[in-house]
């Protein structure tokens, strides 16, 4: 049988820290125990935010903690005529729409509502433009307004066979594992393009992983309630729905989660600090070599 391709995906918006070493170190090493391949993915869709510094520090700490990975990389940003295709794909089943509003203007509807729906992010986007007629929404396009591209979820659900399930080979956040029924509505009509990022996160990944035959997704229990929104985009694009294992998170001393914008002590200082490969696999669970 052949093994796991697994993946580990950074964005290059700041140097990585415990919590990326975590991931990278449990996708190797799912990967290696099955005898597979182990991927490195640049996700950087946001042009704004990333830098090649970054991107150099990913790949220079990663072999530092002593891994290797496939060539050759993949660059979001050097596929966007890819994502393109699925959200055209995904236009002619007409289970998507433009969504004109600004943030401000989704924010203060649902500060007006009564009890706007939430999701693990949030308040669900109310649907607004979603009541558009295709006059208007024509009309509007054709003027060049700013638009997102929003999943029509009710419509989507029309076009495929529910309940949908992922398999999935980690503990959840409450402890969930094996198969799974997907929450196909956990952030209602989320978005899959901005005019300044030709694809969301949500469709970029589901994309990639395919195109780069992952069959194993890790990543944190953070992650968790995405997979539903995934396992959906693949039913609508046909195609083939990987296994998942998400994982703990790692967290700071007042057990909050590692994050960038929270300046999470990174390993380039720790590394400066003279803090070793195998210090950091022990003090993650891993084996050191």
């Not at 391709?5 to 964005?11: G, I």
């Not at 415990?18 to 869709?45: C, K, N, P, Q």
């Not at 209602?188 to 901005?194: H, K, Q, S, T, W």
Request: a neutral charge; glycine letters at 8%; hydrophobic letters at 40%.
């Amino acid at each position: 049988m052949t093994g796991d391709v697994t993946r580990f995906a950074p964005s290059p918006t700041g140097y990585l820290h415990l919590g990326h070493a975590f991931a990278a170190l449990f996708a190797a090493e799912s990967a290696a125990r099955s005898g597979g391949r182990f991927l490195v993915r640049i996700e950087d869709t946001d042009r704004a935010r990333s830098r090649p510094e970054y991107e150099a520090a990913i790949f220079d700490e990663l072999a530092w903690l002593g891994l290797k990975w496939d060539q050759p990389v993949r660059r979001q940003s050097e596929h966007f005529d890819d994502y393109a295709q699925a959200l055209a794909r995904l236009k002619a089943r007409a289970c998507v729409y433009p969504c004109f509003c600004t943030r401000k203007e989704i924010e203060a509807e649902i500060a007006a509502s009564v009890a706007a729906p939430h999701g693990p992010d949030g308040p669900i986007y109310p649907g607004t433009c979603r009541a558009r007629s295709a006059d208007e929404r024509e009309a509007r396009l054709e003027r060049g307004d700013a638009c997102a591209w929003r999943l029509d979820v009710a419509k989507a659900r029309e076009l495929v066979d529910t309940p949908l399930r992922f398999q999935e080979m980690g503990s959840g956040p409450t402890g969930e594992t094996g198969e799974i029924t997907a929450k196909i509505e956990v952030f209602g009509d989320f978005v899959l393009a901005r005019k300044d990022a030709p694809a969301s996160y949500h469709l970029s990944v589901v994309v990639d992983d395919a195109l780069q035959g992952v069959t194993l997704v890790t990543r944190g229990n953070d992650l968790f309630a995405a997979t539903s929104v995934h396992r959906l985009l693949q039913a609508l694009l046909g195609l083939p729905a990987p296994r998942y294992g998400h994982h703990r998170l790692i967290l700071d001393a007042a057990g909050k989660r590692l994050a960038k914008r929270d300046d999470a002590t990174t390993l380039r200082t720790l590394r400066a600090q003279g803090v070793t490969p195998a210090q950091i696999r022990e003090r993650l669970g891993f084996t050191s070599r």
